[in-house]
């Protein structure tokens, strides 16, 4: 069992930077492929960006590449995805989620993600 919790969620303006953190409890992170994903209401989660466990590999998201960067502290059990040029369609509930050892490719499929943090508000206004 893995407990994840999210923070550094917040207002800010079109344009500005944000950096948002995970930290977990269980399982050492460095078995897991680390994932940030965001939800908007009546709206589907959609996949944001990928750490892949077993090569350090970082994805991420057509919408959010160039601009989000994905990172992580394995001796902290910490993920943290930084945020660039934000905008405001960048506005949703981020959540931070865990996939345990799968073989390629990195996963990004809600389907793929076995823990998942309660989620900060990221609001940027125009």
């Known amino acids: 069992q893995v407990q994840l919790l999210e923070f550094g969620g917040g207002l800010v303006q079109s344009g500005e930077s944000l950096t948002l953190s995970c930290t977990g409890s269980?399982?050492?992170?460095?078995?897991?492929?680390m994932a940030w994903f965001r939800q908007v209401p009546g709206n589907e989660r959609e996949f944001v960006a990928g750490d892949y466990w077993a090569d350090g590999t970082k994805y991420y998201a057509q919408s959010v590449e160039g601009r989000f960067t994905i990172s992580r502290d394995n001796t902290k059990n910490a993920a943290y995805l930084q945020m660039n040029s934000l905008k405001p369609e960048d506005t949703a509930l981020y959540y931070c989620?865990?996939?345990?050892?799968?073989?390629?490719?990195?996963?990004?499929?809600?389907?793929?993600?076995?823990?998942w943090g309660q989620g900060t508000q990221v609001t940027v206004s125009s």
């Open positions: 269980g399982r050492p992170f460095s078995v897991y492929t």
């Open positions: 989620a865990v996939s345990g050892g799968r073989r390629p490719p990195p996963p990004r499929s809600i389907s793929e993600f076995d823990f």
